[in-house]
């Protein structure tokens, strides 16, 4: 595997700590290069992570050349000074990192100047993403030219002033760097030898700053006399503090989990541990911002407080009226289940998982052509989407290993496969595959296809959902093809369908020969001559082969799990789009290859589901649906259709299963053929056009329920 470069700021502990959760919790193959000034920052790390000491690109070492002092910083930069020798010491050793060891990425948590040199050397990176004023030219270049961003911290915290280009781009994760659960509060406090009924007030400051000033908490704890006022991490002490009895300094402990789970009340700055630590408590929270670069303290605080899960203030209160209020106020509006929220326990797999899918997408090997913008737009940068394969299955192992096998060699690979198992249990021996292949089981009596494309979709994390019919090989350019044109907003793809001929995947399993013997369906349309083609009638929906946005997904409902069972879920699906004005279209590409099976075409086999989801259909829509099967049940003295709704009159019989059945040499089924031997029984059938307005006729009879 490439490795991964990961620059990490030293100041303060966050860095290193969610650092640390990250690699740790990537593949284990996967090899890691840190680039620190400090090594003893780090918790421990596991085999094929490596810490590259470098100089601090942020403190003179001595040596520099003070007749260069006075050069101007560019905008675009931060903190650039001109003649340190450890600042182009510490740069070059990275540039030359990324010069022989051809990286997958780099990391930056957090430089602006890092993330530029990566780009700088055609090296994509992510960035960290943290709060405060970042709309300065250096923030936005690093941001803009990044592969992706990092937020280590919920959604529900984003600043509203980010721009939609940039929230596109981040992956947030609440909970990075959490390591562990807290104790009962009972434990704890025999831990740190607390009396179990007292009351306590915590006063939690990080390792980024000097800490709060030991005055105005002597001030809190004078106006809580029946309050232990206990602090832990940098105070700064104050000579004129006059501090009391029940205010007492921990300083640096190794257990802050136990003053946590032992709290009442909890006061802090709002470094980004210290706040996935409260978070994780559910403690009331009173914060107040220390200073910070960029007032990143200060929106975190606001983003807290806009987010219902702690109470803001712009400094600690200065009398002990004000800490009165503050206290009552942080008590009154706290919400232990509103502040859980916003932590996710496998915070840091989840982030790992994210930048190996990453990798994935960018190291793909199709030639591609990026269009770009100027930063001033909407949209600074084009990028790749990542594609989720899903697909439903109940049986048909080779038929499945065909479509893993498929997907192993598209060109650019899907982040991972779904599968939704419809049977008792997993399925084995699937080949091997360059992404992860997950199994949801989701057993049912009845055939719960709306139920199980529904669960693969939530399940999905690519921002596109590619959905594959068991029976259907993709192409190499399948997941890129879909990749390109499921944009946001774009509506359902459907991709080109061939259908393969009884023993083709067991005569030779080769693209071109899969090309060579496919045919298309007679009944349906073949793709456009390029690009993306709008389809008009919903009907033409079906779920072999077809793609969405995973935002368009979302917004369509997904699919009716009322309907189980065989038939009716797809074209209702179809027409909920239609409702919902979301596009159906026909993409050149994307195609599939759809293997022989042994098939019934009406579906005799399922008569009783095709007939009570055509009535569910009716009662959704006013109309029935698959009036053609239904129009062929009839004819064959199956069902009635009767003034009441439809009523079977009997199962389908050896008769009826031989003139539905798929013959060998027929690559597809086909309701038409079998329409036209019911039709001439009783008299001629016509041809070209008058056959088809006579189809029309007949089938539309199944429409409705029969007059009186």
């Known amino acids: 595997m490439k490795p991964i470069g990961y620059f990490v700021h030293h100041q303060g502990r966050g860095h290193a700590e969610r650092a640390a959760a990250i690699v740790n919790a990537l593949p284990a193959e996967r090899p890691v290069t840190i680039f620190c000034a400090r090594d003893d920052i780090f918790p421990a790390l596991r ?90 030219p250096g923030h936005q270049a690093a941001y803009a030219g990044a592969a992706g961003l990092l937020a280590p911290f919920h959604e529900d915290l984003a600043q509203p002033d980010w721009p939609d280009w940039m929230r596109a781009k981040t992956f947030f994760a609440g909970g990075l760097g959490l390591s562990g659960t807290l104790p009962d509060r009972v434990s704890a406090r025999a831990t740190l030898g607390i009396d179990p009924d007292a009351t306590i007030v915590l006063v939690l400051s990080g390792g980024g700053g000097d800490g709060f000033a030991s005055a105005p908490l002597a001030v809190g704890a004078r106006a809580m006399p029946d309050a232990l006022w206990i602090t832990i991490g940098q105070i700064s002490r104050d000579w004129h503090a006059t501090e009391p009895a029940n205010l007492r300094h921990d300083g640096w402990v190794s257990n802050a989990a136990d003053y946590l789970a032992a709290a009442d009340v909890v006061i802090s700055s709002t470094g980004n541990t210290t706040c996935q630590e409260v978070l994780s408590a559910g403690t009331p929270w009173l914060v107040v911002p220390e200073w910070r670069y960029f007032d990143e303290q200060v929106e975190k605080a606001r983003a807290l407080a806009r987010a219902g899960v702690a109470h803001h203030l712009p400094h600690l209160p200065s009398s002990a009226q004000a800490w009165s209020r503050a206290i009552a106020q942080t008590r009154d509006m706290h919400d232990t289940a509103r502040q859980r929220a916003l932590i996710t326990d496998d915070a840091d797999q989840r982030a790992a998982d994210w930048i190996e899918r990453l990798v994935a997408t960018l190291w793909w090997s199709a030639p591609i052509t990026i269009k770009t913008k100027t930063m001033d737009e909407d949209m600074p940068t084009a990028k790749l989407r990542s594609v989720s394969a899903l697909t439903i299955a109940r049986g048909r192992e080779d038929h499945l290993r065909n479509v893993v096998r498929g997907l192993a060699q598209q060109s650019c690979p899907p982040v991972e496969l779904i599968i939704g198992v ?39 994390i690519g921002e596109v959902l590619a959905f594959l019919d068991v029976d259907c090989i993709p192409a190499p350019g399948l997941i890129a093809d879909y990749a390109s044109a499921c944009a946001p907003g774009a509506g359902l793809m459907m991709g080109e369908v061939l259908y393969l001929p009884a023993g083709a995947t067991r005569k030779e399993w080769s693209y071109d020969y899969f090309a060579s013997v496919g045919e298309r369906h007679s009944d349906r349309r073949g793709p456009p001559a390029r690009g993306v083609e709008r389809c008009d009638d919903y009907r033409c929906f079906w779920s072999l082969n077809f793609a969405m946005h995973k935002a368009d997904f979302e917004a369509s409902g997904g699919f009716d799990e009322r309907y189980t069972g065989y038939g009716g879920e797809d074209t209702d699906f179809g027409r909920t789009l239609d409702e919902r004005d979301i596009a159906i279209n026909w993409v050149k590409g994307a195609r599939v290859y759809h293997q022989y099976h042994p098939h019934h075409m009406p579906p005799v086999h399922h008569l009783a589901s095709v007939v009570r989801n055509a009535e569910l259909f009716a009662q959704k829509w006013g109309h029935r649906t698959m009036e053609h099967w239904l129009y062929c049940f009839s004819e064959m003295g199956l069902i009635e259709n009767t003034p009441q709704g439809l009523r079977i009159l009997r199962a389908p019989g050896p008769e009826e299963f031989e003139l539905s059945r798929q013959q060998a040499h027929m690559p597809y089924a086909n309701t038409r053929r079998v329409m036209d031997i019911l039709h001439a029984r009783k008299q001629p059938v016509a041809t070209g056009r008058d056959r088809e307005k006579e189809v029309v006729a007949l089938q539309s009879t199944m429409l409705l329920p029969a007059a009186e």
């Open 422 to 460: 419809m049977q008792d249990k997993v399925f084995e021996n699937l080949p091997e595959t360059p992404f992860p292949i997950h199994q949801l089981l989701i057993p049912s009596t009845e055939l719960p296809l709306a139920q199980a494309r529904n669960q693969v979709a939530a399940a999905a």
């Open 47 to 136: 085999p094929g992570v490596e810490i590259a000491l470098i100089p601090s690109l942020f403190e003179a070492g001595g040596n520099e050349t003070a007749g260069m002092a006075s050069l101007p910083t560019p905008d675009t930069l931060h903190c650039a000074p001109v003649g340190w020798p450890g600042i182009r010491a510490a740069m070059g050793r990275m540039a030359r990192w990324f010069s022989e060891l051809d990286p997958a990425l780099m990391v930056s948590d957090v430089s602006a100047e890092v993330a530029q040199l990566a780009r700088i050397c055609s090296v994509p990176h992510v960035k960290v993403l943290q709060h405060g004023d970042r709309s300065d």
